[in-house]
């Protein structure tokens, strides 16, 4: 069956709505079947927006003495929201209920503290995904084509283990529909590849899927109901789907040319800074960071960022792929019952 999305299919800037605003750092996103919306929130917990706008925050009750960067955002079974900690120099998987409580998933892995840690997914099997960007602390280190040291690693009743290692700062990861496929963004190693999926959680020799250059640096990555990935870029501020036949169409673009140059140049000379990262230049976009599918039909777009305090949407005209956590009971925050 050919791949529905018209080759000509464009969205300008103005054609986006804002659907929740006074968000901090809302980088991954969860769409649900009830119409709620759940965003990773940088204060150190997570975001709900109900469908009518309404923005409840949950955030982790601590000591204080560690202050905890939510990046990549998961549901659990039980209703909690899982989180990777990007901190600055340990991460580690986590859970929070609806009242803030914390428990840690994982902190470790082969008797090391988990490094920074990026993002985290569940598979319909009930395994949970996750993965390290780089071993190399501060993780701007590794913003270089000349570093390839992070990982995917995968927690099951087996424990956890590194399933795919030396990758060049292993951001989002995603399966593709048919299940026959891992498929993830290498950010600053500008590439987007692949593992075929074997038993056991295991996974076959890596290829190559999408080279990309200048500033587009591959962040977020979902797949669509027909076999797209549609990839943010941060940097360039364009979101990309990558078709089944391996073409890539620009469906959003909102660049600051003269920015995303220098970003690029500075990328290739190994002095990208996180001064450079802190801004998107002229962009509107904010460094659109992840987009997750919902809406009744699955064809309602949402883009995370890391550099706003919105939500942006679109309609897309083919729906998303169903992802594991759909239909699964959000923990309500007790703030937000009514």
Not at 33 to 48: E, P, Q, T
Not at 107 to 119: H, Y
Request: hydrophobic share 40%; aromatic share 8%; glycine share 10%.
């Amino acid at each position: 069956m050919p791949y529905p999305l018209s080759r000509n299919f464009q969205i300008a800037f103005d054609d986006l709505r804002i659907v929740a605003r006074g968000l901090t750092r809302p980088e991954c996103l969860l769409a649900l079947a009830d119409g709620r919306l759940v965003a990773a929130n940088g204060r150190g917990g997570y975001s709900v927006i109900d469908p009518d706008g309404g923005v409840t925050h949950v955030l982790a009750q601590t000591d204080g003495n560690r202050q905890y960067l939510p990046n990549g955002i998961a549901l659990a079974s039980t209703g909690h929201v899982l989180f990777a900690d990007l901190g600055t120099q340990v991460g580690g998987l986590f859970s929070l209920d609806g009242d803030g409580l914390l428990e840690t998933v994982l902190g470790t892995l082969d008797g090391e503290p988990l490094p920074p840690s990026n993002f985290l997914v569940n598979d319909r099997d009930g395994r949970l995904w996750f993965t390290i960007s780089t071993r190399r602390l501060p993780r701007t280190a590794a913003w270089s084509h000349d570093v390839a040291d992070g990982y995917i690693a995968v927690l099951d009743e087996r424990g956890a283990r590194i399933v795919a290692d030396g990758l060049g700062y292993t951001n989002e990861i995603a399966f593709s529909p048919d299940g026959q496929w891992v498929y993830v963004n290498e950010t600053y190693n500008q590439r987007t590849s692949r593992f075929p999926l074997r038993t056991g959680a295991t996974l076959g020799p890596k290829e190559v899927v999408a080279q990309y250059d200048s500033a587009d640096f591959p962040d977020g990555l979902t797949f669509d109901a027909h076999g797209g990935a549609w990839i943010t870029c941060i940097g360039s501020n364009r979101l990309i789907v990558l078709r089944p036949d391996g073409e890539r169409q620009v469906v959003l673009a909102d660049t600051d040319t003269d920015y995303a140059r220098q970003l690029g140049e500075k990328l290739r000379s190994n002095t990208l800074t996180q001064r450079d990262m802190s801004t998107a230049g002229r962009s509107r976009l904010g460094n659109i960071s992840s987009l997750a599918f919902g809406g009744a039909n699955l064809r309602t777009a949402y883009l995370g960022c890391l550099l706003d305090d919105c939500i942006r949407v679109f309609e897309s005209p083919i729906a998303g792929l169903e992802p594991v956590h759909w239909r699964r009971n959000l923990q309500v925050p007790i703030a937000s019952q009514r």
